[in-house]
C-alpha cells in the first residue's frame, strides 16, 4: 500500500502562486508514476499533470501548460506541482495519484492510489 498526503493548498489571487506536495508513504518503490488531478465544485475530476518516474518525463493538461510545473524528490517522497499565474478556473480541489505500472496515463482510472486532496481556491 502507498499512502498519500496532500498540502500547500489555499486561497489566492489571479495571477498568483502556489505550491501543492503530495507526500507518499509506505510501498513507494512500487509506484511507476503520479500525477495531479483536479474536480471543481460540479464538474467531473480532471487530469492536471503526471510524472514518470522511470524516465522523469512529465506531462501537463493544455489548460495548464506554461504555468505549472511538475516535479519530485525522490529522496523525500514527495511530489510537487507548482502553480503560477492562476486563474479563477484553477479553483478546485487538488489530488495527488500513484500507478503501480503499465504505461503512464491521463486517465484516472488508471491509479491505485490517491491522497485526499488539497483546496485551491483563486479569487478574481
Known amino acids: 500500500q502507498v499512502q498519500l498526503v496532500e498540502s500547500g493548498g489555499g486561497l489566492v489571487q489571479t495571477g498568483g502562486s502556489l505550491r501543492l506536495s503530495c507526500a507518499a508513504s509506505g510501498r513507494t518503490f512500487s509506484t511507476r508514476s503520479m500525477a495531479w488531478f483536479r474536480q471543481a465544485p460540479g464538474k467531473e475530476r480532471e487530469f492536471v499533470a503526471r510524472i514518470d518516474w522511470s524516465s522523469i518525463s512529465t506531462y501537463y493538461a493544455d489548460s495548464v501548460k506554461g504555468r505549472f510545473t511538475i516535479s519530485g524528490d525522490n529522496a523525500k517522497n514527495t511530489m510537487y506541482l507548482q502553480m503560477s499565474s492562476l486563474k479563477p478556473e484553477d479553483t478546485a480541489v487538488y489530488y495527488c495519484?500513484?500507478?503501480?505500472?503499465?504505461?503512464?496515463?491521463?486517465?484516472?482510472?488508471?491509479?491505485?492510489?490517491w491522497g485526499q486532496g488539497t483546496q485551491v481556491t483563486v479569487s478574481s
Open positions: 495519484a500513484a500507478r503501480r505500472g503499465g504505461f503512464p496515463t491521463t486517465r484516472d482510472s488508471g491509479y491505485d492510489y
